[in-house]
C-alpha cells in the first residue's frame, strides 16, 4: 500500500478534484477510454462515507471553511490524503470505508469534518480523504511528522488486511532496512518503456518522439532524463539507459541495418547472374561482393546482433545507492576536484 497526506488552504479545489471527472477529456474521450481499458472514467468517483458534512462540492466546501474559522491559526486547514493499494489487490466497500476511518484516526481528524473518496478510473483500488484539519471544537489535527505517521499506518494497514508489504520511505527505515534494494514501479516500468522503443526505432529522432508518445518528456544534453506524466524526472542511467549506451544502441541498429541491405543487395544480385549465366555465377559474385565483404558476411551481422542483445538486456540497478557512490559519480567527483587543483585528465 502507497500512502499520501497533504495540506492545503483550498477545501472547494481539493474537494473538486476528489469528486469530479478528469478535466483533461472529453465525454467521447472518457466514453472511449472507458470502452478500451474496462474502467469507469465517467462518474469516477465515489463517495464511501461523509463525517459530519454532506451536500455537493460547493456546498461541502461552505461547510468546511465555516468550521475552519474558529480558528485563526491555521493557515493550511486542509488535510488530502489517498491509499493506493498495490496491482491485483483489492476490498469491499466496508473495508476502504474502515480504511479510511482509520486514517482519518490516525490523523486526529476522525471526529471532525471529512469525506472518504474511492476512484474507479485506474487498475489499482485507491481512496482518498479531504478531511478539516480544524475541529468543531476550533482545535485544529497536528501535520507534524505527517510522512512517518502515513508510513506508519500502510506498514499496520497491510498486516491487518493482509495486503501486500512494502518498504517505507528511507528515512523512516532502520539502517540495516535502508541496505535491502527497493523495486520503484515507476522505473521499471520506464526501462521497460525505453527498451521497447530501442527495439522499434533506429534514429534518436523516432526514440524521441516514440517516448512523447509514451507520455515522457525527454532531456538531453551531457547525459539523459525523462520526465512521465507525473513531472516525475527520472535520469536514464537509473534506469541502466545512460544517453551513451542508447546512442551506441541506435548507432548499432542503422549499421546492422546498412548490412542487411548490402547482403541482401548482394544476395540479389548473385541470384540474377545465376540466371542469367549459370557459368559465371561464382565469379562475378565475388568480384561484386569483394569491397564491402566485412559488412554483407552473415558473421558480421550475427556479432551486431549479439551485441545489440547485451546493450538491450534489463541491467538490475538500485535505486538505494547514492549517486556520489556509483563509478560514474566518483570519476565524476574526482575530475571535477582535480580541475579546482588545476590538474587535467
Do not use: W
Not at 515507476?186 to 534514429?203: A, G
Not at 518528456?217 to 539523459?224: A, D, N, P, Y
Not at 545507492?321 to 570519476?331: A, D
Amino acid at each position: 500500500m502507497i500512502g499520501y497526506v497533504g495540506t492545503g488552504s483550498s477545501f472547494l479545489g481539493c474537494i473538486q478534484y476528489c469528486l469530479n471527472d478528469k478535466k483533461d477529456f472529453s465525454e467521447k474521450q472518457k466514453a472511449d477510454l472507458s470502452q478500451k481499458d474496462g474502467l469507469k472514467h465517467q462518474g469516477r468517483a465515489k463517495i464511501l462515507s461523509y463525517n459530519r458534512c454532506f451536500g455537493n462540492p460547493k456546498e461541502l466546501a461552505q461547510q468546511f471553511r465555516d468550521v475552519a474559522k474558529l480558528s485563526r491559526r491555521v493557515e493550511k486547514p486542509v488535510f488530502h490524503f489517498s491509499l493506493r493499494l498495490a496491482p491485483g489487490e483489492s476490498l469491499s466497500r466496508n473495508q476502504l470505508e474502515e480504511i479510511g476511518h482509520e486514517c482519518a484516526k490516525e490523523f486526529g481528524v476522525a471526529d471532525n469534518q471529512y469525506i472518504c473518496v474511492l476512484h474507479k478510473d485506474t487498475t489499482e483500488q485507491h481512496i482518498h480523504l479531504v478531511a478539516n484539519r480544524v475541529g468543531l471544537d476550533g482545535k485544529a489535527a497536528s501535520d507534524s511528522n505527517s510522512y512517518k505517521r502515513m508510513a506508519a499506518l500502510c506498514r499496520r494497514l497491510e498486516k491487518q488486511y493482509h495486503l501486500q508489504e512494502v518498504l517505507s520511505p528511507k528515512p523512516f527505515l532502520s539502517p540495516n532496512e535502508r541496505l535491502l534494494p527497493r523495486n520503484d514501479s515507476r522505473k521499471d516500468q520506464l526501462q521497460r518503456d525505453i527498451r521497447q522503443t530501442l527495439i522499434e526505432v533506429n534514429s534518436f529522432d523516432q526514440f524521441g518522439a516514440r517516448m512523447k508518445e509514451l507520455g515522457y518528456t525527454v532531456l538531453k544534453g551531457r547525459g539523459i532524463a525523462f520526465i512521465d506524466s507525473k513531472k516525475v524526472k527520472i535520469k536514464g542511467s537509473e534506469v541502466g539507459f545512460p544517453l551513451y549506451r542508447i546512442e551506441k544502441i541506435l548507432n548499432l541498429k542503422q549499421t546492422l541495418n546498412t548490412s542487411i541491405t548490402r547482403y541482401n543487395k548482394c544476395e540479389r544480385a548473385r541470384n540474377s547472374i545465376i540466371q542469367k549465366d549459370p557459368n559465371a555465377s561464382q565469379r562475378l559474385f565475388e568480384m561484386e561482393v569483394e569491397s564491402s565483404k566485412n559488412f554483407s558476411s552473415t558473421l558480421a551481422i550475427e556479432e551486431i546482433v549479439n551485441v545489440l542483445n547485451e546493450l538491450l538486456k534489463t541491467e538490475h540497478y538500485t535505486s538505494f545507492l547514492p549517486y556520489e557512490l556509483t563509478l560514474e559519480g566518483y570519476n565524476r567527483r574526482r575530475k571535477r576536484e582535480a580541475r579546482k587543483k588545476g590538474v587535467h585528465f
